[in-house]
T-cell receptor
């Protein structure tokens, strides 16, 4: 059972480039989330989706976009990367949206923007 | 504003007991979570408290006092593999999770 798969695991990116982080889950969870984790800070929510076809903005959505065309996939796109987007990105899912419940996390994508 | 406070780092000895505290100020309360995160890995769920009191799960217990805005995670019979960061998160009235910065626990032999 894979759970949540993220790709790439690690990436170095030039500023101004477009980048999509992929996230796929096989648990048929309704809700999915993208977080970023920076040293000394708590996890910060970028975008979320409570069900396929819907998305919402989290705490730090600027510079990021998401789509949820189906239940399994929730890609995160950086349209034009900037150095402040250097971070570790975690995709997560939960059984249902609204009430968060237990989150299941992917292994993370470490992104460096130069 | 919303705020979760927990110590940045703690050190404990193998076989001992350690208590990691978490205090919170949030817009409403719908539950408190503890997650464990080993270095370079994903967070994994440990516990969930929504009512006051102690929830025990093996060597780990979690306590909640809603009136004090306070929780702790108690780890007994510490093992080297317990070296990790422990993340406290509160679900606010909008069902959004507010995360603390995490407590790095170092276990010494």
């Amino acid at each position: 059972i894979a759970g949540i798969t993220q790709a790439p695991t690690s990436q170095i990116l030039a500023a101004g480039r477009r980048m999509t982080l992929r996230c796929t889950q096989d648990m048929r969870h309704n809700a999915m989330y993208w977080y970023r984790q920076d040293l000394g800070l708590g996890l910060r929510l970028i975008h979320y989706s409570n069900t396929a076809g819907t998305t919402g903005k989290g705490e730090v959505p600027d510079g990021y976009s998401v789509s949820r065309a189906n239940t399994d996939d929730f890609p995160l796109t950086l349209a034009s990367a900037v150095p402040s987007q250097t971070s570790v990105y975690f995709c997560a899912s939960s059984v249902s949206g609204g009430v968060t419940g237990e989150l299941f996390f992917g292994e993370g994508s470490r992104l460096t923007v130069l | 504003g919303q705020n979760i406070d927990q110590p940045t780092e703690m050190t404990a000895t193998e076989g001992a007991i350690v208590q990691i505290n978490c205090t919170y100020q949030t817009s409403g309360f719908n539950g408190l979570f503890w997650y464990q995160q080993h270095a370079g890995e994903a967070p994994t769920f440990l516990s969930y408290n929504v009512l006051d009191g102690l929830e025990e799960k093996g060597r780990f217990s979690s306590f909640l006092s809603r009136s004090k805005g306070y929780s702790y995670l108690l780890l007994k019979e510490l093992q080297m593999k317990d070296s990790a960061s422990y993340l406290c998160a509160v679900e606010d009235s909008n069902y959004q999770l507010i995360w603390g910065a995490g407590t790095k626990l170092i276990i010494k032999p």
